[in-house]
């Protein structure tokens, strides 16, 4: 039983992550309809934004670890807006494969330049927040896994908050509806989709912080594998629908933790696409997502 539980909180804290990073996949599906393929690599950069504040602001203390995180998704957001406007706002009436495309090469432009920038060889993160472990019984419980969750609950509640409860986000909402009738009503689009990149991007820093966290040493490739199984997940819970989103995160994380409790723990990284696999059979518009019908 012990076991089961340790199992099930370390696929939480997995999963939160998971999560966290495909929200970011989901809102700009959601507005723009396309895969944001360098997401994972805003995630890396998150990561790597941590490291270097890490010593400037004093970690290793809540104050500290709070600053670090928060520079961390500062960064990401400017990040996430520039790579917007040069890359995507030019190609915003070209066809999908066309933005696929670009969406690909401006991940491996942030990949090729991570390794320029950081260097190639990984590096250990710091702990940006004081670790202890907590024993209940035969229970282990990490600080760390501690403060993920909590910040993931705190952004999930904050996003929940601006998309349903302000003004920017009922105009993400009507431009993911119809953007056309959005921008008649007097809606600034490129305000919209802007505000829209920034906001996932902090979201996939703050993921980058937290993953680095329980799992300390960073590299410019790190990206790749948490971003694919991210967007899996989006898939899972309906692309283009935030609760679902989180909702797949944990799911992919509780599996993936789940699975490497087992003999089959070589095949923990193909567990997701072969999730993704079957969710494209059998349910493709996702667990809480609906499918749509569009005219060619």
């Excluded at 690599?41 to 670090?68: C, H, K, N, Q």
């Excluded at 907590?134 to 952004?155: A, D, E, M, W």
């Excluded at 009507?174 to 305000?191: C, H, K, M, P």
Aim: overall charge positive; charged content about 10%.
């Amino acid at each position: 039983m012990t076991e089961l539980l340790q199992q099930l909180l370390n696929g939480l804290s997995l999963g939160a992550i998971y999560a966290l990073i495909a929200l970011g996949y989901t809102m700009v599906y959601g507005v723009l309809r396309f895969i944001n393929f360098a997401h994972s690599d805003v995630f890396m950069v998150g990561a790597y934004l941590g490291f270097y504040l890490a010593p400037r602001v004093g970690s290793g203390t809540i104050l500290g670890g709070m600053l670090v995180l928060s520079g961390a998704m500062a960064g990401c957001a400017v990040l996430g807006v520039l790579i917007e406007k040069l890359a995507y706002r030019p190609l915003r009436n070209r066809s999908t494969l066309t933005v696929l495309i670009t969406a690909i090469g401006v991940s491996l432009l942030l990949q090729n330049l991570g390794q320029k920038i950081f260097g190639a060889n990984p590096k250990p993160f710091p702990a940006i927040f004081p670790v202890t472990q907590l024993h209940f019984g035969g229970l282990t419980v990490s600080s760390n896994q501690i403060i993920v969750l909590l910040v993931t609950l705190v952004l999930l509640g904050t996003l929940h908050w601006v998309v349903n409860h302000t003004r920017m986000g009922t105009a993400m909402r009507a431009l993911s509806f119809n953007a056309t009738a959005a921008s008649l009503v007097g809606i600034n689009n490129d305000r919209v989709i802007s505000f829209t990149f920034a906001l996932g991007s902090a979201l996939a820093g703050a993921g980058g912080i937290l993953y680095a966290m329980n799992y300390p040493s960073i590299d410019p490739l790190m990206g790749t594998l948490p971003g694919l199984k991210a967007f899996v997940a989006a898939v899972l819970g309906g692309i283009g629908n935030l609760p679902g989103a989180a909702l797949g995160g944990m799911l992919i994380g509780l599996v993936e933790t789940m699975v490497s409790g087992t003999r089959a723990s070589t095949f923990r990284d193909a567990i997701a696409f072969a999730i993704l696999i079957l969710i494209l059979l059998f349910r493709p518009a996702g667990l809480l997502g609906r499918l749509r019908v569009e005219k060619v």
